[in-house]
């Protein structure tokens, strides 16, 4: 059964900070997600990593993955309150179903 | 460019009583996906159909039906609303995951079982 873990679950930080959330998964996945979520709205679709070693960037938040470690990062730089969300990951692994983390919500406070 | 329409949108229901989600997209996209949400819990797979004609059982299957219309709808159906069916319900598609696109979301219907 594969199982998804994100730390922290809860995040506040500072404008003009740096943080990084964490997604690890417990076997071997050919695609991983991450989606924010905005309180009381739908999952908007942030980023797709398909290989090891995957770097994407949009605006201040970066995704890598490493499947050799099981674990994809999303990184913040210099955070914007804009920002404040809950963002999850979602991990497939060779067939239709997804299993997302719990979510990290993250505050971002001026 | 609607995407994912779901409706309702919200729903109170008395405990026993049916009903029926509906989801539509216009993406022409084969697989279709029913999530339910919890507090605290991420999203849950309750239903999938990977292709018109086909659906499958998710994660957390009890309690609920679905319904591959046509391409366009998939349905989701409660038979006997209980307590611990209140959530918020999300229906999404996707393209083909095994080409690994990723799944686009509706709005969500929140549902509340009294």
């Known amino acids: 059964e594969l199982k998804v873990e994100q730390n922290p679950l809860f995040l506040s930080m500072q404008e003009g900070k740096n943080y990084t959330i964490y997604c690890n998964y417990s076997t071997t996945s050919d695609r991983l997600y991450w989606y924010r979520q905005d309180p009381g709205k739908s999952l908007e679709s942030l980023f797709v990593l398909l290989s090891n070693g995957a770097v994407k960037q949009e605006g201040r938040l970066m995704a890598s993955l490493d499947t050799k470690a099981r674990l994809s990062t999303l990184h913040i730089t210099a955070a914007v309150h804009d920002l404040s969300a809950t963002y999850f990951c979602?991990?497939?692994?060779?067939?239709?179903?997804?299993?997302f983390g719990k979510g990290t919500k993250l505050s971002v406070i001026p | 460019n609607a995407g994912v329409t779901q409706t309702p949108k919200f729903q109170v229901l008395k405990t026993g009583q049916s009903m029926t989600l509906q989801c539509a997209q216009d993406?022409?996209?084969?697989?279709m996906y029913w999530y339910r949400q919890d507090p605290g819990m991420g999203l849950r797979l309750i239903y999938y159909s990977a292709s018109e004609g086909t659906t499958d059982k998710g994660e957390v299957p009890n309690g609920y039906n679905v319904s591959r219309l046509n391409k366009r709808e998939f349905s989701l159906r409660l038979e006997s609303a209980a307590p611990s069916q209140t959530s918020v319900y999300f229906c999404a598609s996707s393209e083909n995951p095994t080409l690994n696109t990723e799944a686009f979301f509706g709005q969500g219907t929140r549902l509340t079982v009294v």
């Open positions: 979602a991990v497939g692994a060779g067939s239709y179903q997804l299993t």
């Open positions: 993406m022409n996209h084969n697989s």
